[in-house]
């Protein structure tokens, strides 16, 4: 259950969004949200994730495949100390790892998240 201060923040956050809209859109838009509530949101995305989840054939390599990404992440810094002893082309091959790890783990900061999933499918294949 959510809070009065909760549910005056969403109110707000709807009645703002209305107005960015165009007038013809407004009342609709308001009339709509009537009826959510921030568990009701929640509760969809819940079921919309679940329904993903038995439908993506990727979705179950995400657990291991995270623990495999933060492992190596970490061993990264000692990596890229290790290469400065012979760079020319450990340093390529880093950097190419470096690169897939950044995508795989920070698609939002990188926005290249389809590159991101297709480089974890290439991987997973």
Do not use: W
Not at 53 to 72: H, M, N, T, Y
Not at 98 to 105: A, E, G, Y
Not at 106 to 123: I, T, Y
């Amino acid at each position: 259950m959510q809070s009065k201060n909760e549910q005056l923040v969403f109110q707000k956050t709807i009645t703002e969004r209305a107005r960015r809209l165009p007038l013809e859109k407004q009342q609709a838009y308001l009339d709509a949200s009537q009826n959510l509530s921030v568990e009701s949101i929640f509760n969809k995305v819940e079921k919309l994730d679940a329904g993903h989840k038995d439908q993506s054939s990727l979705r179950k390599f995400d657990e291991p495949l995270s623990k495999v990404f933060s492992v190596v992440e970490l061993l990264m810094a000692s990596i890229s100390i290790l290469i400065q002893q012979s760079p020319e082309i450990s340093s390529l091959v880093i950097g190419g790892v470096r690169m897939v790890l950044d995508v795989c783990t920070h698609p939002r900061q990188v926005k290249m998240s389809m590159f991101g999933r297709k480089a974890l499918g290439s991987l997973i294949v």
